[in-house]
Each structure stands twice: as structure tokens, then as C-alpha cells.
Nanobody
């Protein structure tokens, strides 16, 4: 069992940067593929990025080159660094554990990211 708690959301201007964090509990965390998903108002939840236990990363096309996912297994943390933010990045961002393709077994409660001038 893994529990996930996100933090670091907020409001930022277009072109700005923001980092969201995810604190994970559970002894098996370091073996899981972890990820970030997002859900904008009126839209379905979508995959953003994932990272394997060994550091291999995958990104959705809309965020490639702008977002970076990372993890610190010693601290049970996962991060999403978001640069060059656009208004269309506005969404609730969810940390996910044991990601397989476009779904996951464990979810955090979400953190709001708003990109607006």
C-alpha cells in the first residue's frame, strides 16, 4: 500500500515555472513506476509524465521539453518541474503510484496549478 501527498501547486504567469512535489509512504515505493497526471476542468484526466525505479522517463507530447520528472528514492519523493508554463497547463495535478500505461494503482488527492496573467 502506498499513500501519496502532493504539494507545491499555485498560480503562475504564462512563461513561468513551478515545481510540484509528491511525498510517498510505503516500503515498496522505490520499486514502483511513479507518475504525474492532470485533469483540466471539463476534460478527462490525462497522463503527463512517468519515471521508473531506475530513472527512465516518459513524457506526454504537450509537455516534452518543458517538464521534468524526477525522484529521490531515499526521501520517498517524486517531483515535477514545470517550465515555460502555458494557460493550457492549468489543471489539477495528481501524483500516481505503480503507473502502467495510462493508469495507476495509487493516487494522491491532487494539487491545483493555475497559469494565468
Amino acid at each position: 500500500q502506498v499513500q501519496l501527498v502532493e504539494s507545491g501547486g499555485g498560480t503562475v504567469q504564462p512563461g513561468g515555472s513551478l515545481r510540484v512535489s509528491c511525498a510517498a509512504s510505503g516500503r515498496d515505493f522505490k520499486w514502483y513506476t511513479m507518475g504525474w497526471f492532470r485533469q483540466a476542468p471539463g476534460k478527462e484526466r490525462e497522463f503527463v509524465a512517468s519515471i521508473t525505479w531506475s530513472g527512465g522517463t516518459t513524457y506526454a507530447d504537450p509537455v516534452k521539453g518543458r517538464f521534468t520528472i524526477s525522484r529521490d528514492n531515499a526521501k520517498n519523493m517524486v517531483y515535477l518541474q514545470m517550465n515555460s508554463l502555458k494557460p493550457e497547463d492549468t489543471a489539477v495535478y495528481y501524483c500516481a503510484g505503480r503507473v502502467v500505461a495510462t493508469t495507476a494503482d495509487y493516487w494522491g488527492q491532487g494539487t491545483q496549478v493555475t497559469v494565468s496573467s
